[in-house]
Antibody, heavy 118, light 108 residues
Framework: QVQLVQSGAEVKKPGASVKVSCKAS????????INWVRQATGQGLEWMGW????????GYAQKFQGRVTMTRNTSITTAYMELSSLRSEDTAVYYC???????????WGQGTRVTVSS | EIVMTQSPATLSVSPGERATLSCRAS??????LAWYQHKPGQAPRLLIY???TRATGIPARFSGSGSGTEFTLTISSLQSEDFALYYC??????????FGQGTKLEIK
């Protein structure tokens, strides 16, 4: 069965970086894009960007341009999202999600809570 | 960027009754629209894609309709486990993918 398993919670200081991992299993990793979505407390879902695991192409939401980097390691079927220059407003739960053939997000990771606090 | 607007923000419905949630796009997204259910502490769950196709394992009480700019998610005969947040999402013109702000479905 398709599974996306994310790394554990993180606490970071303002200005630091965080790197969240997303381990995929149960399907051919390089056949489906991985997207990253976050949800701050009391807020809705916010799309951050996507990555094609086959060729490493990426596309980022304008809001995160210059601060986010999405990468992958195909040998261990894992995607990564790194966010730099963290500020308190980046405190949120971060999700990876597989993009299905239709463009929907058909499988999601369990979420990683990132807390930014001095 | 296509803006998705959901209404109402909060919907109070009694168990066993029908719930109707709306989603409007700022420009046509054809039928490239999905609906998700999100419960606290859990990952979002895909309910509907292509505006009206239920995802694998989704009960038949969930149905989607609409095309272009106006969409509806209907949940017939609400069960206790259906009370949650619901989001629509367009993928017709991306990037960026855009979500609505969500509708909270609560017990009346």
């Amino acid at each position: 069965q398709v599974q996306l398993v994310q790394s554990g919670a993180e606490v970071k200081k303002p200005g630091a970086s965080v790197k969240v991992s997303c381990k995929a299993s149960g399907y051919t990793f390089t056949n489906y894009d991985i997207n990253w979505v976050r949800q701050a407390t009391g807020q809705g879902l916010e799309w951050m960007g996507w990555m094609n695991p086959n060729n490493a192409d990426t596309g980022y939401a304008q809001k995160f341009q210059g601060r986010v980097t999405m990468t992958r390691n195909t040998s261990i079927t894992t995607a990564y999202m790194e966010l730099s220059s963290l500020r308190s407003e980046d405190t949120a739960v971060y999700y990876c999600a597989r993009m299905g053939w239709h463009g929907d997000l058909d499988y999601w990771g369990q979420g990683t809570r990132v807390t930014v606090s001095s | 960027e296509i803006v998705m607007t959901q209404s109402p923000a909060t919907l109070s419905v009694s168990p066993g009754e029908r719930a109707t949630l709306s989603c409007r796009a700022s420009q046509s997204v054809s039928s490239n629209l999905a609906w998700y259910q999100h419960k606290p502490g859990q990952a979002p769950r895909l309910l509907i894609y292509g505006a009206s196709t239920r995802a694998t394992g989704i009960p038949a009480r969930f149905s989607g309709s609409g095309s272009g700019t106006e969409f509806t998610l209907t949940i017939s005969s609400l069960q206790s486990e259906d009370f949650a947040l619901y989001y629509c999402q367009q993928y017709n013109n991306w990037p960026p993918i855009t979500f609505g702000q969500g509708t909270k479905l609560e017990i009346k």
